[in-house]
């Protein structure tokens, strides 16, 4: 019998508040320009890029992520602007923190290390933090139309990070399979 893998990802998931707001942009999108993949998770900020795993082995996976929560402190994230990876992608900028890089770098050291989870684009590319509000299904006329009108706009949202979310991929959107909260709130 072979081992059922499914997708997963590792991120931080702003309060409910902010993912609401954040959820009516992204609904914004799907009504003024036709792209409603990111509706497809909640809003979130990916630390770790999707990776297959084997279900049987979920308890191994959630155990690794309790004990490196267990050296996080809760910080700061700021969401400020929109900004683009062209020609798809429309994004809420997310500041880069030393406190965010260096959760991310961490995280994806230990994943590697001690799961063997590997991706490698993020050896190549720096960390980009971003809120994805439309992206894949955006067409290229769309993208101009939609950056055009979002590339100015302002938005400026703070929270405090204090757990990582486990998004695992049930064939159609991802849900949350399940939270760690940081050991230490500062």
Known sequence: MGLSKRLLFVALVPPENIQNQVTEIKEYFAREYNSSHALKSVPHITLQ????????????????????????????????????????????????????????????????TTLGIVHPASKTRPFSPHVTVAFRDLTKQNFRAAWLEFRERSLDFEFTASQLTLLIHNGKRWDICNEFPFFSKN
């Not at 155990?63 to 683009?84: D, H, K, M, R, Y």
């Not at 992608?89 to 260096?102: D, G």
């Open 49 to 112: 890029p999707p990776f297959k795993w084997p279900t049987e082995n979920l308890a191994l996976l959630q155990e690794s992520l309790e004990t490196f929560v267990q050296n996080c402190s809760a910080f700061p994230i700021t969401l400020s602007g929109f900004a683009a990876f062209p020609p798809r992608v429309i994004y809420i900028n997310v500041v880069k923190t030393p406190e965010l890089l260096k959760i991310q770098k961490d995280l994806i050291g230990f994943t590697e």
